[in-house]
Structure formats: structure tokens, C-alpha cells
């Protein structure tokens, strides 16, 4: 055998709780049912495809909120692919702790966890030896790459969950340069974590495929997994695979001209059309002194035409600052005060912040409170 084909994921976040997206009931069960859909046609491609090996590099599941339900869905999914070996790392969100369905669950006999107990595994049918870089909780395993020492006579697989390249923030999240996992003689490295795409890393060697489903706003575009091939001491075969059927979009909407919620709302209607989209929605531009727009009313207004909108205001009052700024008393007083430090902003997030102040000064001046965008009093 010199020769294995496979399918490649990671990070699916199986029962997430989605607790973002909690202001619109149902949502985040939706989700959490999507993610769980998606795995499943990926299940079924594997199931007409045959692969010899599917590797899942860590954050399978969420380990604080998977259900048992779940693992012995996904299980019963993977007794149902015999032919293939199903090969599974934990990752930081599923670390290999002692309460871990990895470790108490009984999975089916076509399915290896590699972690603390056990770090590689040969399949001698196809000679090939996968070996396991996963999480424990609090730390990652990367120290363990140093007493890996594939035979290179092999088909030599690492399933790795970790930052490849990148670097280090607060936390060490297994971080290794690309060089290190090229020169440990692999002929393919199954990498997880990130949740963006990342292909041919270390010369076409290390594949990072990102979550199957998005996750968040930070995770745009279309999502999947990778099928390849790979040999002894060759460069491995590899497609990416889009699965995924909801996506994360952020889009700017100018109210220039509009004067109520409603006007903002039909307006937006017609930008934020995709059935399985949530939206990002910025409003920028100028509006009438007058109107305030109301996030959760804009929010709720779309919720029933799309998926999920989230709304951020960025947007600025038009006022006619020259005729204020004139006037005798408290007002003339705040305005010419207000605007003295605008010309003065060392920054445009300074310059924003400081047009609210004005534009929030006035509503106080004016009705003797402010009305917040969530509806409340101040
Ligand atoms: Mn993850």
C-alpha cells in the first residue's frame, strides 16, 4: 500500500451554545442543529466516497455543553462508514479531560483517539502510522513532537491542533512554526484550530481546513473540509471541500436621507436578502437631528424577513451646528465646547465619540433625557 485517501476536518463545535445570538429565540438550537446537518452530509459523502481514513483535528465537540445524544449521533454515523478509519485528536474547546466523551465514551471499532495514553497508531493494512498532537486541559501536547519520529518507510499522518505560524498571544496555543512540523518527516499534516482556511502551509505539506460551519462574524465566507491523497515521502493530493450552509456577513448601510425605523428597515430589506445569512449590519452616514434610531427595534424589524441581524449605529446626527453653536444659554454654551474639542481629535473614533456626546448632550438639553438604543431611560 502506498497510497491512502482521506477526508480531513476540524473544528465543527458539535452543541455550541451559540449564546450570541440568544436574542432571537430558536436561533442558537438552530445552529447548534445545522452544525450537527452539516457533519452528517459529510458523513454521507464519506459513506459514497469510502475513504481510508477520516481525520478530525480537534474541537469536535464543545466539552462543557455536549450532550450525550450528540456523541452517539455522530458515533452511529461513523459505525455506518466501516471501511474507513476514523482518526480523532482533542482540541482546546474538547480537551482530553478525565470526564471526556473521548475517554468514557464507547466508540465504535473503526474509530482511535490519540492523546496522553496514546500517541500514534500503525494500520499495518495500509501502512500507515497517524500520530495525535491534541490538547489536555490548560496545555497543549506540543512538547511530544520531539519524541515523534515517524519511519519514513511509511505513510507517516499528523493530526495536530494548534497556531502554525502565528503568533503567540497570552496563551500558547500549541504553537509551532510551519518549519518544525515540515522537518519532523510527515507526509501530511492534519492541522486544527484556526478557524479560517489555510492551505499548503510548510510547502504544501500542512492543511488547515477551518470550522465546517462558520462560527462567528470573524468567520466569513464558505466553510468545509478537505479531501486528499497521500503517500510515502510525497507531496499529498488535496481539495477543499465547501459543506457549509450558513454564512457570516458584514455589510454597511448608509441612512442618509431616512428619518424613521421603518424607512431603515424596508431600506435593508432589500440589501440583507440571503436566507441563510446573519447579517452584520453598520449604519453609517447623516440623519435628521430628530431620529434616533432604535438598534432593537431595527433588530426585531428584520428578524422576521432574515436569519439574524445584528445592528451597530455608526451613524452621526446632521445638524446644523453653525446656528446652535450662536445661541445665548446652557445649549450655545455645551455646542461651542463640544465642537472646540472635535477640531481638536486626535483620531476619528475620538471624533465619533465626541459627535455623540453632542448629539446625546442636545436630546438631554432638549427633552430632559436620553432615550439609549436598547429603549432605555437615562
Ligand atoms: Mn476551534
Not at 501530511?188 to 499548503?200: D, F, I, M, Q, T
Not at 449605529?313 to 453653536?325: C, K, Q, R, Y
Request: proline share 4%; net charge negative.
Amino acid at each position: 500500500m502506498n497510497k491512502i485517501s482521506f477526508f480531513h476536518c476540524a473544528d465543527t463545535h458539535l452543541d455550541s451554545p451559540f449564546s450570541s445570538l440568544s436574542s432571537k429565540p430558536g436561533l442558537p438550537a438552530l445552529r447548534r442543529r445545522q452544525l450537527l446537518d452539516t457533519f452528517m452530509k459529510m458523513i454521507d459523502l464519506a459513506k459514497s466516497e469510502k475513504p481510508d481514513f477520516l481525520f478530525i483535528a480537534g474541537d469536535l465537540f464543545e466539552h462543557e455543553y455536549a450532550r450525550l445524544a450528540t456523541i452517539s449521533a455522530i458515533d452511529s454515523a461513523f459505525a455506518a462508514i466501516p471501511g474507513t478509519r476514523v482518526v480523532m485528536i482533542a482540541g482546546n474547546h474538547d480537551p482530553e479531560a478525565a470526564d471526556s466523551f473521548y475517554l468514557t465514551y464507547k466508540w465504535s471499532p473503526n474509530v482511535y483517539f490519540l492523546g496522553e495514553s496514546q500517541e500514534s497508531i500503525f494500520f499495518e493494512d495500509k501502512n500507515t502510522e497517524v500520530f495525535g498532537l491534541g490538547w489536555g486541559p490548560g496545555y497543549g501536547q506540543k512538547d511530544r513532537l520531539e519524541t515523534m519520529v515517524p519511519d519514513r518507510g511509511r505513510i507517516n499522518i499528523l493530526l495536530f491542533h494548534g497556531d502554525i505560524d502565528l503568533d503567540i498571544g497570552v496563551r500558547d496555543y500549541n504553537s509551532v512554526p510551519a518549519a518544525v512540523l515540515k522537518a519532523g518527516g510527515f507526509d501530511y499534516v492534519a492541522a486544527g484550530h484556526n478557524h479560517r482556511l489555510r492551505e499548503s502551509m510548510g510547502n504544501g505539506l500542512i492543511f488547515n481546513p477551518g470550522s465546517l460551519e462558520p462560527l462567528g462574524f470573524d468567520e466569513p465566507g464558505k466553510h468545509g473540509y478537505f479531501t486528499g491523497e497521500a503517500g510515502v515521502s510525497q507531496a499529498p493530493v488535496v481539495k477543499f471541500m465547501e459543506i457549509s450552509r450558513t454564512m457570516y456577513e458584514t455589510l454597511e448601510f448608509d441612512i442618509t436621507g431616512l428619518s424613521s425605523d421603518n424607512e431603515v428597515i424596508e431600506g435593508l430589506k432589500n440589501k440583507a436578502s440571503g436566507t441563510d445569512v446573519l447579517y452584520r449590519i453598520i449604519l453609517r452616514g447623516k440623519r435628521p437631528v430628530d431620529y434616533y434610531p432604535s438598534v432593537s427595534l431595527l433588530e426585531s424589524g428584520l428578524a422576521k424577513s432574515i436569519l439574524f441581524a445584528r445592528i451597530v449605529d455608526e451613524s452621526s446626527a446632521d445638524i446644523a451646528l453653525e446656528d446652535l453653536s450662536v445661541m445665548k444659554g446652557l445649549k450655545g454654551a455645551f455646542v461651542r465646547n463640544i465642537l472646540g474639542k472635535i477640531e481638536k481629535a486626535g483620531s476619528d473614533d475620538e471624533r465619533i465619540l465626541l459627535e455623540k456626546a453632542l448629539h446625546y448632550g442636545l436630546e438631554a438639553i432638549d427633552n430632559g433625557k436620553i432615550e439609549t438604543a436598547g429603549g432605555e431611560i437615562l
